[in-house]
């Protein structure tokens, strides 16, 4: 699904919806207390690649949209990646981090660097990538009792600068289109 990035009347990143609800912001009006009549939202960068094609037309689809009444601030900033699937495939580079093997985001397997049976639990210091193959082998083992060496030890991905916990908490751990590079400036520190 391609999305676009919300950003409100000041500019600051606040949201990331599909692409629909962002032309639906762009096109549709809204009144104002004062009785003006504007767009809801801007778009102001464009999916250079992406088009709508629908009977013989086709439409650029927004990247990101500017707000043009909302003073909404987030209030929740955060400096680490929530710990989810899709954010410890890409804090290991979609490799098995036993045999250095690229596998997807959907064949992946969870590897728990001390067995949950032995007391690990799933967190970013425990998990890592594998691939079906090394974690078979590995089983309710440690990687020494089953002769197997981790690559690197797994760390906890943080920001280089506190960012809006919505928008982190939808795009993980790498900003999706270049587009957004422009609103979305912080740093992902991948080394520990």
Not at 86 to 96: A, M, T
Not at 98 to 126: A, E, M
Not at 133 to 148: D, I, L, S
Request: charged letters at 20%; hydrophobic letters at 40%.
């Amino acid at each position: 699904m391609i999305q676009t990035l919300v950003l409100n009347k000041s500019g600051m990143p606040i949201n990331v919806v599909p692409w629909f609800k962002a032309m639906s912001k762009c096109y549709n009006e809204v009144t104002l207390p004062t009785g003006e009549t504007v767009k809801k939202a801007i778009a102001i960068a464009w999916h250079e690649e992406e088009f709508l094609k629908k009977i013989g037309y086709s439409f650029l689809l927004p990247s990101v949209i500017q707000l043009t009444y909302s003073e909404y601030m987030p209030t929740k900033f955060v400096k680490t990646v929530p710990f989810n699937r899709k954010n410890v495939f890409l804090r290991d580079n979609g490799k098995c981090l036993y045999c250095g093997k690229q596998v997807t985001l959907s064949t992946f397997t969870f590897d728990h660097v001390i067995p949950r049976k032995l007391g690990g639990k799933s967190g970013w210091l425990n998990v890592v990538v594998s691939c079906e193959r090394c974690n078979n082998r590995k089983g309710g083992k440690t990687a020494e009792q089953a002769g197997m060496v981790l690559i690197r030890k797994p760390f906890t991905p943080t920001l280089n600068k506190a960012a809006p916990k919505e928008i982190i908490n939808k795009i993980g751990a790498r900003i999706p289109y270049k587009t957004w590079l422009d609103w979305i400036y912080w740093n992902i520190e991948l080394e520990e």
